[in-house]
């Protein structure tokens, strides 16, 4: 059970959470999540999880592999959160966690009580529509906050009038 949120008392506001990965429909969760923020006064969270299992097998120079990941992580949001600012004109909140992102999304979501909406972006591919969102499909009916799933196929205009 997540705790409650808290966007709709004073002093806070509702915050929509997009997942930053490698993934070609990354830009289209990003896109849609910050012009909802931007259109309902609320706030953006872009989250970028490290995966710890990348680091295990290669204990010599694991510390020389954690800094690399973080500083490709960093470099990633400073790029994304730039786009945001010019396309969109908000000032996206940047975090960076370590594990499971599945996981790490869950405890994003109790420590932060304003994030109150978690946007993913589908692949078009054959193999069905993205690790991220097959993961998390089949948790929603015990998923603690709504998630928003945008299709790939959707333009930036198409996103514009949906949000």
Not at 2 to 31: N, Q, W, Y
Not at 78 to 94: C, F, H, N, S, Y
Request: proline fraction near 4%; aromatic fraction near 4%; include cysteine.
């Amino acid at each position: 059970m997540v705790s409650t949120r808290l966007s709709r008392l004073e002093g806070h506001r509702r915050k929509f959470m997009a997942v930053i990965d490698d993934t070609p429909e990354c830009s289209r969760a990003v896109h849609y999540a910050g012009m909802r923020a931007k259109n309902s006064n609320g706030g953006m969270v872009l989250l970028y999880v490290i995966a710890d299992g990348d680091f295990q097998q290669w204990l010599g120079v694991e510390g020389i592999m954690r800094a690399e990941a973080r500083e490709e992580a960093e470099a990633t949001l400073a790029r994304i959160a730039q786009t945001v600012r010019e396309t969109i004109g908000i000032e996206p909140e940047m975090v960076i966690r370590e594990g499971s992102a599945t996981e790490q999304i869950y405890s994003l979501i109790e420590e932060d009580r304003d994030i109150a909406i978690l946007v993913l972006a589908a692949g078009s591919a054959k193999d069905g529509p993205g690790p991220l969102v097959s993961s998390i499909a089949g948790k929603t009916a015990a998923f603690p906050i709504p998630v928003t799933v945008i299709p790939d196929s959707l333009t930036d205009a198409e996103i514009d009038a949906l949000s």
